[in-house]
């Protein structure tokens, strides 16, 4: 017979493993947006882009010839999408449909984790270990880009090795960059970097906010993007396999998971690493090794 000691011990050391499995999970976090989800109701549904209303309609098409993909940004002057490698870092111009449309080699850049598109011909593009955004121009002749010819900003902020900058994502109209820390979450918001012309001061502001960080029951954040229109922000989690909704306050809305048999999956998207949003609110995003998906609202 065991003593009643023991299993109290026991008792309080299962206890204590399913409290650390569920803030792993964020499980509590969770559970608390899905509580406000159903109380909300319509009410958010009316006011923000409703990710789950969306269905996939292009599934893990393989991008020939390319490997680790990381990040993605939609054009709306060129009416195409942009991604960049990690390894034999390369920017590279594809259709909305997945095509390669052409290879742009990247030349001392490192560890290229994000491109954004920020208005006709400007990009920032990422290097994860380094911490340093650059500001680059691509035009139709644009044959190859250089780090030494590319202005830069660097940021110093919670170093920890390959678990830097991994999203970025443009407001055209607050003049903020977001940028995204893998691990732990964080979100940052930068105002001055990149300067659109020479007249403009030098002056850059860096500011995050800790209590919207945390509501984002994530464990990871791998790319995001800027909704114009509802001043929404999207982030997105490989390890948890979600695209999360967030609303002007920084509170959670809505969610796309990336797992198999949701919005029509036939199969989870292993490892999610860029997402983009065009002009239609059409959803595009990319899967390392090199696979492309569309999700729409509403499906076909």
């Known amino acids: 017979m065991i ?9 309080v050391v299962v206890l204590l493993g399913a409290v650390a499995v569920g803030q792993h999970l964020r499980l509590f976090e969770r559970g608390w947006f899905a509580f406000n989800a159903w109380r909300m109701g319509t009410e958010w549904q009316q006011r923000s882009l409703w990710l789950p209303a969306y269905d996939v309609v292009v599934e893990g098409r393989p991008l020939p010839g390319v490997e680790n993909v990381s990040a993605l940004t939609y054009d709306p002057d060129r009416k195409t999408l942009f991604t960049v490698t990690n390894q034999d870092t390369e920017l590279i111009e594809l259709s909305l449909a997945g095509a390669i449309l052409r290879r742009i080699p990247l030349v001392g850049f490192g560890d290229t984790e994000a491109v954004e598109y920020i208005s006709r011909g400007l990009y920032v593009i990422s290097d994860e270990r380094r ?5 680059v121009r691509v035009d139709d002749d644009t044959q190859r880009l250089d780090a030494a010819d590319s202005k830069h900003l660097s940021l110093g902020i919670g170093r920890s ?3 830097g900058f991994e999203g970025l994502a443009w407001d055209p109209d607050g003049g903020r960059l977001f940028v995204a820390k893998e691990k732990p979450v964080r979100i940052y918001e930068i ?3 990149p300067a659109m012309g020479p007249e403009q001061d030098f002056a850059i502001d860096v500011s995050d906010d800790p209590k919207r960080d945390r509501r984002l029951f994530v464990r990871d954040v791998s790319s995001l993007q800027y909704d114009r229109r509802t001043g929404h922000l999207l982030a997105l989690s490989d390890e948890s396999r979600l695209v999360v909704e967030l609303d002007t306050a920084g509170r959670p809305i809505s969610t796309l998971s990336l797992s198999r048999g949701s919005h029509g999956l036939k199969e989870s998207v292993p490892q999610a690493e860029g997402v983009a949003m065009d002009d239609a609110g059409t959803l595009y995003l990319v899967s390392e090794p090199n696979l492309f998906y569309v999700f729409r609202k509403g499906g076909r």
Do not use: D, H, I, M
């Open 191 to 193: 105002r001055g970097f």
């Open 131 to 135: 911490q340093r955004l650059y500001k």
């Open 3 to 11: 003593r009643q000691p023991v299993l109290r011990t026991v008792a």
């Open 161 to 163: 090795g390959n678990l």
